[in-house]
């Protein structure tokens, strides 16, 4: 083996490299919590009562899962250009529509998991439709669901890598950045690899530590 | 002794780390001999009979079957069990296998038959048992008594010298019960050396030679059918026989 | 059909075909290889382990971009090897996808009951009889819907092998889009055919599933 190992230039750069670490967390946490959002609303519409609601929302998750994300980032930036949106929200749209998906699915069934008795006793009460669910039927699903979405926050992370296509200066924009002006090609891609790593399993532990979360197992569920 | 017993446990101790599991058990089965294991749960019983076949490894004693060592490294535990049959509690039948394939594989995997012996022979032990006609079924398509039949048959495949079974009707419902005992039955009175851990005890008055009594690991009775029944010489196994004979 | 569509449409099958060989590979190859390393990691071989366990720990905490870059520049940097898009490409998705199998087919295997494993031992099979007639045949089965959400989620990436340079798929639609611009009629094109093969494709995994899954 013929190579020779050289760290420094890596070093050199670091604040690109930070600049990079700084971006993708900002693109993977907005992705997030926007996913979220989007995820709450159309799982639970996905274990609504009502079919049309249900039926709407399966639409929903199919459509956008089965599209990969690069297209959809492609969709924003380029099918979309006239919008004249930043990269970085273009990359957000993506995440969020893309991801909101997953987490739809993973809601809708934990949702599901949660007794049907639970609901009743609820309703028998007094609560409300909406109490009951706000109150009771919630709390325990998302105990349920958290390993799920401890796994699809750290496949997010990992999908944001895909931003760098469309331009958005993240962590993988600025290791092609550095290898073009240092040529330390294996030395980039091993320390941004090694970074990746460390983002996306603070973040896993992070969210285990929720109180109530059940201690499952870190494998991910969740195809995403 | 003109002959030897075909199984000999000699001081067997065995702990799950720190737990004591089975305490000093010694215990002979003759040829021939259909030996009855009774007891509490979590007395070790069914420890007991796993460690004959080192499908439970145990830590200090000997256990011989036929004069071989069980526990020994030299020895060749495929070919060993292959003359024991084990019938389980919760059947433990090939689910993505028909009845059939599930008593013709080991003879063909672990004994080399040919598979149109072994089939031969399946067909036969499946008329034995009264289930000729569901040589075709999955698992999934049997009740718990007729599972717990083709269990049977497919431990008797291997033309086994001793037969062990771990609890054979405790997982089954009330009215299965009897076809499962009346098979074994039929066994034992054929001559087949059985070790049967089991809370029948209308079972173990019928073919009993031996009732032998566990209580926390350790064997605390080893009698004749017979002065069992009529007088346990212990207090716990008195007590544990007025329990069980209560209904 | 939309014209521009119509007008490329041989220029954007040939890369369709791409994405579908890729992915054959792909699938072939990374269950294959996700089989022994999850059955291997199953029966947690001494020797193996800490390779295997940082093996899996690094594909799956790695975006696949970043491990089809090292498949293409870094390691061939590194051993001084010269390497294809397509090759860097089909190996760095067999060693992605064979990660994540193998934890799958790992968790099936634990899932089949200890049980089944006593009772082929005791009919005097050996372990490794016991797990290619007994375990493994279970354990595949139970995990089938696993495996497909898997491999359609790879169908999906082979669009990431168009940044480098592959031309599949998507690469394909978006050099015609920069001779045409126009990019809505596509995109829009190649979402809606990506969703018809991944639904094709998650369905007939359904299928398989309903017919060979077994039920204890």
């Known amino acids: 083996m013929q190579y020779h190992f050289d760290f420094a230039p890596i070093w050199a750069n670091r604040d690109l490299i930070l600049d990079g670490l700084l971006t993708t967390m900002a693109l993977s946490a907005l992705g997030l919590i926007l996913a979220l959002i989007v995820g709450v609303i159309v799982g639970t519409a996905g274990a609504a009562q009502s079919r049309a609601l249900r039926i709407a929302a399966a639409t929903y998750v199919e459509v956008m899962r089965n599209i990969p994300l690069l297209v959809h980032m492609y969709a924003w930036y380029v099918g979309l250009a006239f919008l004249r949106l930043p990269p970085f929200w273009c990359a957000t749209a993506a995440l969020t529509l893309y991801s909101g998906a997953y987490v739809a699915e993973t809601i809708r069934a934990g949702l599901g998991a949660v007794p049907r008795g639970q609901n009743l006793a609820a309703l028998a009460t007094g609560l409300t439709r909406l109490q009951a669910l706000r109150l009771v039927i919630y709390p325990q699903a998302l105990r349920i669901v958290t390993p799920s979405l401890a796994s699809l926050a750290s496949q997010l992370i990992k999908d944001s890598s895909l931003a760098s296509v469309i331009t958005v200066a993240e962590l993988t924009y600025e290791a092609s950045a550095i290898e073009g002006q240092t040529f330390r090609t294996f030395e980039v891609y091993i320390t941004i690899s090694a970074l990746y790593l460390a983002l996306v399993t603070l973040v896993t532990f992070g969210l285990m530590l929720i109180p109530g979360a059940r201690a499952q197992g870190v494998q991910g569920f969740g195809d995403a | 002794m003109t002959n030897p017993p075909i199984i000999a446990l000699e001081k067997v101790s065995k702990s799950y780390g720190t737990s004591p599991v089975l305490r000093d058990c010694s215990l002979t089965v003759a040829r021939g001999e259909v030996v009855v294991i009774c007891g509490p749960s979590g007395s070790g019983k069914s420890t007991l009979i796993k460690c004959i076949n080192a499908l439970e490894p145990y830590q200090s004693g000997s256990i011989r079957f036929d004069g071989v060592e069980v526990g020994a490294k030299s020895t060749n535990l495929p070919k060993l069990r292959t003359r024991i049959g084990m019938v389980f509690q919760h059947f433990e039948l090939y689910p993505h296998m028909s009845a059939l394939d599930n008593i013709m594989l080991a003879q063909v995997h672990a004994l080399g038959r040919s598979r149109s012996d072994a089939k031969t022979r399946a067909e036969a032990l499946l008329a034995r048992v009264g289930l000729a006609d569901k040589a075709d079924a999955f698992p999934l398509n049997l009740s718990g008594g007729q599972q717990q039949r083709v269990a049977i048959a497919r431990a008797l495949a291997l033309d086994p010298e001793v037969m062990l079974f771990d609890e054979p009707t405790s997982a089954l419902d009330p009215e299965m019960i009897s076809d499962v005992l009346d098979v074994m039955v039929a066994l034992a009175t054929g001559g087949m050396t059985m070790l049967v851990v089991t809370h029948e005890m209308g079972f173990a008055r019928r073919v009993a030679d031996r009732i032998v009594f566990m209580d926390h690991g350790e064997i605390v009775e080893d009698t004749p059918k017979a002065a069992f029944f009529t007088a346990p010489k212990t207090k716990r196994a008195q007590e544990f026989l007025g329990k069980i004979l209560a209904h | ?216």
């Open chain 3, 1 to 216: 059909m939309p014209e521009v569509v119509l007008k490329n449409l041989p220029f954007l099958l040939a890369g369709l075909r791409v994405t579908a060989e890729i992915a054959a590979l792909s699938i072939v190859g990374g269950t294959v290889l996700g089989l022994a390393i999850g059955t291997l990691r199953y029966l947690r071989v001494p020797l193996l382990a800490p390779a295997l366990d940082l093996y899996v720990a690094f594909i799956r905490g790695t975006p696949l971009l970043m491990v089809l870059f090292i498949c293409y520049f870094a390691l061939p940097a590194l051993l001084g090897y010269k390497t294809s898009a397509y090759s860097a490409a089909a190996f760095g998705f067999i060693a992605f996808i064979a990660a994540y199998l193998a934890e799958d087919i790992r968790a099936g295997l634990r899932s089949v009951k200890p049980g089944l494993m006593q009772a082929a031992l005791a009919t005097g099979l050996t372990r490794a009889q016991a797990l290619r007639l007994v375990i493994v045949p279970i354990a595949l089965r139970n995990v089938i819907p696993t495996l497909f959400s898997q491999y359609v989620r790879l169908l999906k990436f082979t669009s990431v092998a168009s940044v480098i340079g592959v031309n599949e798929f998507t690469g394909s639609a978006m050099l015609v889009n920069g001779r045409e611009f126009a990019p809505i009629t596509i995109i829009g094109f190649i979402a809606l055919t990506y969703l018809a093969i991944c639904f094709l494709l998650s369905a007939a995994g359904r299928v398989l599933y309903a017919r060979l899954a077994v039920r204890t």
